[in-house]
């Protein structure tokens, strides 16, 4: 996002990156760290996205990658070639360590092999798991739905929502800060004295051509998602009011609230998604958890005391 908008969202772009840079990324599966790294590397023949000497990112690898992702952080990334860029340099990077690890034959160190053979085993674990503990399709109910949020009611609050519009002035060089100033103020003066004129001098004058070109219309956001600066501006004003200048580190914004929802308690179908899948999460773990109970009553269990007393007695 670039400085010179009113919104301040850059922040979850960077979050996104890092988290598929460490995340997600293909090569955090302990079962594939089991092969050597010369099975992820594909012949010369096969698309590659990216290669690093005997290395590459195919690709259907980052294919996949954007599969494992959810939809909303999946249209960010590949909306941000520069987030996909850090990746791709990330797991190239990943894929030459192991290439070097396996020349020194650092998997089969037996404390690598351990902690590999313990992964594998987890990751069987709670595979197979999840395929003994499934959720009925039609769980859950309407009627269910319904009494899970009316239950939850309290805690359904949506964000304050504002609609901006503004002008923004961008100053270049330290020389012009108090030109720009002035000038800013000149708009401001003019827009609060004819708030209807505002689209009309964003498209003249404001240096957000984004914005700009929508009579400065930014767009409904919460306000967190605007730079702190605008923030306490926003507060002051009533809709159809325009501030006075605000200056942030990129230079000027004047800025106009056209529309405020206030807080307000999220409908049964606004919530009817998140409620689904966390009733579905909720199920399955109870199913899951009955099942290991179930799998403790298959046979008589004994557990020697002196032995254990033994171990918890033993200070290595």
Known sequence: MKKRTVVASAGALAVLVVAV??????????VAAQQPASSTTLSASEPAVARLGNQQVALEELKALLATLPPESREQLQANRGALESWIRSRLAEKAVLEQADAQGWRQRPEVE????????????RDYLQSVSQVPVDYPSTAELQQAYEA?????????????????????????????????????????????????????YSQDRASAEKGGDTGMQPLQQFLPEVRGAVLRLKVGGVSDPVQSSAGFHVV????????????LDEMRERLTQALRAQRQEQIAKAYLEGMLNTATLSI?????????????
Do not use: C, H
């Open 256 to 267: 106009k609230l056209t529309e405020l929802q206030p807080a307000r308690v999220a409908t």
């Open 114 to 125: 351990r902690q590999t053979r313990a992964a594998t085993e987890q990751i069987i674990f």
């Open 152 to 204: 939850g009611k309290s805690g359904w609050i949506t964000s304050p929502m504002y609609r901006l519009s503004q002008i923004f002035l961008g100053v270049a060089d330290p020389q012009n800060l108090e030109a720009i100033r002035k000038q800013a103020l000149e708009l401001s003066k003019k827009a609060q004295a004819v708030p209807t004129e505002f689209a009309a001098l964003a498209i003249q």
């Open 304 to 316: 020697d005391g002196a032995m254990l007393n033994k171990v918890l007695e033993d200070k290595q």
């Open 21 to 30: 840079a460490l995340g997600v990324r293909p090569g955090n599966d302990p």
